[in-house]
Every structure is written in structure tokens, then in C-alpha cells.
């Protein structure tokens, strides 16, 4: 498997990447050290030119036809070669690079909360694990979130035990440039983890970190986002009134439809 920065510039600059050794690894870290990433290059350029939209996608400062452009051609070489971007999904994404974008004038408009993380809710297959790992490359390192699922988390913890919950919360921080940093996580497919059979009840140990994360989004600001197939009221039978309304604290639900086209066949 090639490695991923090569890639990357490959989907941007497919009539580069063969002979310029430019954004190789060893030089994409020396990048990322300067905190710039390709994409945030590509990012900023795109900030740039702004360009109009049909009413919902208008934005100054997201080029959408490019940013579609782009997770296609990166989704077809990491996810599927089959991968594609379906009009109906459009909104959903545009959604989401508002968010990742902080365009705030957009933000206001759709509800969107800049200081807060996404929760991305919307039934089995329909591609909510799949943009969050694409639109993780559209990040600079230091605004990029770690994807780690919830039942892996489950499984840890049932190994390794209770330093699992302080792990992924209390001590979930980096050193970053000398200074320590809340690592952002994105945990997916919250939920799938309650059919794991265990002699305690496994969805406490994301409702405790979830819980934690809470407290440490108030005073760190650390950021959470999650992806789920339960619905709000799901959410509630799962993990409790309590942890439902937290979670709504800290991120911004955004929502495929109940009927969204399952894209695993
Ligand atoms: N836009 C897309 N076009 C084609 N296939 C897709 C697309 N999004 C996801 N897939 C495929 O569909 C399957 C389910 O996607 P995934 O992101 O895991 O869904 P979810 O997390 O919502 O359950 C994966 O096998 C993925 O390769
Ligand atoms: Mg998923």
C-alpha cells in the first residue's frame, strides 16, 4: 500500500506526483512541522478564489466543485474504486466542510456550532465512516481528529480496563509545539459496541468516556466527534437521558436521511 501522502498528491497533483519527489513522506512531514499540510495548501489556495454556488452550497469561502472533485478522486483510491458523490449527499457534505472550513457565515445559516465537534448520524452503509476519514485529509495535523472505533474501545477496555476510559479523556492530549494539546477523536459507530457480550454493560464504557469528554470540552476544549446508525431516541435507550443531552453539548448533530441510498452495494 502506498503511502498516504503520496497519494494524496497524487489525487491534487496527478501531473506531479510521478516525477516530482516533492511531497513525498519524508517531506510532507517536514511540512506538516511548518503546520501546513498539502491539502491545507490546497485548503487556503481554494479560500482564495471562492466562486458561486446554487442557494443551499453558497459559500465564499468553500470552492464546493472543487471540494467534491477532490473527496471523489480520494475516495475512489482509499475507500472504493467505486466511490462516488451522489447529489442527494451533497448537502450533508457541504455541511461538513462548513463546519471543517469554520465558515462562519454558513455556519450561522445551517445551525452550525464552530466551537462544538459532529456527530454523524444516518443509517448502516451510508458513508458516514467513509467521509470522516476523507475529510480528515482536507485537515491541517493540527486540526486532524483521530478515528478509533467504539467497539475497539470496548474491547480495550475489557482487556486493559479502566486506564482505557482515561485514555481516550482525561489524558487524551498530545505535546504540540511544546505544548499540551486535547487530542480530538473521532469515535465511530457509537452503539455497535451494546451488542458486545460482557459481564458489565460495555456501553457504559463510551457513556464514561463520552461523560468525561463533556467535562473536558468545557474546560479544555477538546474536541469529540462521533458517528453513529442509532437515532436520538436510540442514543437515550442506550446510554441514558443524561449522556444523550451532553453529547448535544458538545457536538453538532448532522443528520443523513432515515431513507439515505446504502452504498455497500
Ligand atoms: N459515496 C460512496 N460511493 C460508493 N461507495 C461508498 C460511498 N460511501 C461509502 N461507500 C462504500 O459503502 C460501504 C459503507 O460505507 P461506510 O462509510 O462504512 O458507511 P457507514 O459508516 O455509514 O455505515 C463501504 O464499503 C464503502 O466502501
Ligand atoms: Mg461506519
Known amino acids: 500500500m502506498q503511502k498516504i501522502s503520496e497519494t494524496i498528491s497524487q489525487v491534487l497533483n496527478p501531473e506531479t506526483s510521478t516525477q516530482e519527489p516533492a511531497k513525498t513522506m519524508a517531506n510532507r512531514s517536514k511540512s506538516s512541522l511548518e503546520g501546513e499540510s ?83 448520524s444516518g443509517p448502516v452503509g451510508c458513508g458516514k465512516t467513509s467521509l470522516m476519514t476523507l475529510l480528515r485529509f482536507m485537515l491541517a495535523p493540527k486540526e486532524q481528529y483521530i478515528i478509533k472505533s467504539a467497539r475497539d474501545i470496548t474491547l480495550e477496555f475489557i482487556q486493559d480496563g479502566y486506564p482505557v476510559i482515561n485514555k481516550y479523556s482525561k489524558a487524551a492530549f498530545q505535546q504540540t509545539s511544546g505544548e499540551l494539546t486535547p487530542k480530538a477523536y473521532c469515535f465511530d459507530d457509537l452503539g455497535v459496541e451494546s451488542n458486545i457480550k460482557y459481564y458489565g454493560n460495555p456501553t457504559n464504557v463510551m457513556a464514561e468516556i463520552l461523560l468525561s469528554r463533556h467535562d473536558m470540552f468545557i474546560s479544555r476544549h477538546m474536541l469529540t466527534h462521533t458517528t453513529t446508525n442509532l437515532s436520538a431516541s436510540e442514543i437515550e435507550s442506550c446510554y441514558g437521558n443524561r449522556v444523550r443531552s451532553r453529547l448535544r453539548e458538545i457536538m453538532n448533530v448532522i443528520a443523513f436521511d432515515k431513507g439515505s441510498k446504502d452504498k455497500r452495494v
Open 38 to 120: 498539502v491539502l491545507h495548501e490546497y485548503r487556503d489556495a481554494q479560500r482564495a478564489e471562492g466562486v458561486q454556488k446554487p442557494e443551499d452550497v453558497q459559500s465564499n469561502i468553500i470552492q464546493f466543485d472543487k471540494c467534491l472533485e477532490f473527496l471523489e478522486k480520494a475516495g475512489k483510491e482509499y475507500i472504493s474504486p467505486k466511490f462516488q458523490i451522489w447529489k442527494e449527499d451533497h448537502l450533508i457534505i457541504f455541511k461538513l466542510l462548513v463546519y471543517f472550513y469554520q465558515d462562519k457565515p454558513n455556519a450561522e445559516k445551517h445551525g452550525i456550532d464552530l466551537h462544538k465537534g459532529i456527530l454523524l
